[in-house]
Each structure stands twice: as structure tokens, then as C-alpha cells.
């Protein structure tokens, strides 16, 4: 991953392989140019959990392990699913208008998974990312309970990963004001509908007043228990 001056993120290479030790992942890390050299490496908080048990007795983190394996930097991601999944949708709100903060770089095949070292883009990202899903409630499960937004937790190894980097990242920048004001006229003018062009401005200008003025507490005294 890489940002450039603008800020823009870019997804450029990846690593998607189950089933090897600590050790054997570590080994095909090494090709993946400036891994192993990342001051922080962002990572499920569940691995730093002491869950694996050792021959002597004592439990150790998944952490620990790739630790002493020489991975060094490790640190808890933020985990909250609906928070990253929104963080991704403001890097790419309003294309129409402007380009994406966030791109991902992919010259291979990402119509299936594949299992390997990509050091010229992310074929299973896009991958995990086109079969994102909202959880599915039955009909008996919605006369108990209200819909919900609830991400499926499946097929998100490598969008878990983008999800920590950017939560811990800098939020996008908005448009300027005077570009977004300029797009709402432009809308109404391709549209024709010019009658709620006066209302629409309003509230848009309300909501910007609203940003700028400062937030005042009511100060209480004596205080509560005295």
C-alpha cells in the first residue's frame, strides 16, 4: 500500500494463503517489498488472544508467535465492520464529480480466489469485495427482530486488512463548499427541476453554519452530590 502527495491510497500488492505456520508465512512475506520493514502492521485484534497452548503448559498469543518468528510491529486494527465498510464508501462518494482516494491496482484475473503472492496488485481484494454481502434475516427471524445492517463475516481476509489500515488513517476530505454548491446548481440545471433548487441551497448552507459554530456545554454548579 502506498499514498501519494494528494493523500490518495493505493492497493498495490497482497499475500492470501491459509494453512502454513508462522514461520513458512514469514518466508513468502519477505518477497513483498517493504513489509517486513513497516514501522506497524495492522492486524486482527482476536491473534493477540494467548489461545494456542505449548508444550510447556503455558498459552501464547498468535502474536507471540509471529514475533518470534521475526515479525515484529504487530498491532491491534480497529475492528468495527460497518465503521470500515463506510470509511471505503468515502474514499469513493461522488465519482462523478471527483476521483477516488482509495484505488486498487489489479492486472490479474479477480473473478475467482487465488492463493499466492501478488506483488502487482490485489486480485483477491476486489475479489472479497465484490461478494460483500449484508446478512440475510428469515421471515420468522424478522417477526422477532428489526433488519439489519450486519456485514456477513465471510470472504473478508484481505478486506478485514483495508479496513484496519484506513480506520487508522485520516478521514477523506470533503468537497470544498464552493464545489459542492456548484454541483447542486449543475444537478438542478441538468434535471429541470429548479423549484427546490432555493430549498435544497438552504439546507446545504444551514448544514455548513451548523459545522462552524462552536459547541457550548451548560455548566452545572454545585455539582451533582454536594
Not at 1 to 24: K, R, W
Not at 55 to 84: Q, V, W
Amino acid at each position: 500500500m502506498a499514498i501519494d502527495c494528494d493523500g490518495t491510497i493505493y492497493c498495490l500488492a497482497e499475500y492470501y494463503q491459509p494453512g502454513l505456520t508462522p514461520n513458512q508465512h514469514i518466508d513468502h512475506l519477505r518477497r513483498l517489498p517493504g513489509f517486513l520493514s513497516a514501522q506497524a502492521i495492522w492486524a486482527d485484534p482476536s491473534i493477540f488472544y494467548k489461545s494456542q497452548a505449548q508444550s510447556d503448559g503455558g498459552f501464547k498469543s498468535i502474536a507471540d508467535l509471529y514475533r518470534e518468528a521475526g515479525l515484529p510491529g504487530l498491532t491491534p486494527g480497529e475492528n468495527p465492520e460497518l465503521a470500515g465498510i463506510e470509511r471505503m464508501l468515502e474514499h469513493w462518494r461522488d465519482l462523478d464529480h471527483r476521483e477516488p482516494t482509495l484505488k486498487i491496482v489489479c492486472p490479474y484475473d479477480y473473478s475467482r480466489k487465488q492463493f499466492g503472492l501478488f506483488s502487482h496488485g490485489c486480485p483477491n481484494l476486489l475479489w472479497e469485495l465484490m461478494h460483500t454481502r449484508r446478512k440475510q434475516l428469515t421471515a420468522s427471524q424478522l417477526m422477532r427482530q428489526n433488519p439489519t445492517e450486519e456485514i456477513l463475516d465471510k470472504d473478508n481476509h484481505l478486506r478485514d486488512a483495508l479496513k484496519y489500515i484506513l480506520l487508522s488513517l485520516p478521514t477523506p476530505p470533503e468537497r470544498p463548499p464552493n464545489d459542492e454548491l456548484g454541483r447542486i446548481i449543475a444537478n438542478a440545471y441538468e434535471s429541470g427541476n429548479y423549484g427546490s433548487l432555493a430549498v435544497t441551497i438552504a439546507r446545504y448552507q444551514a448544514k455548513q453554519q451548523a459545522k462552524c459554530e462552536p459547541i457550548h456545554y451548560r455548566d452545572r454548579w454545585p455539582p451533582r452530590g454536594y
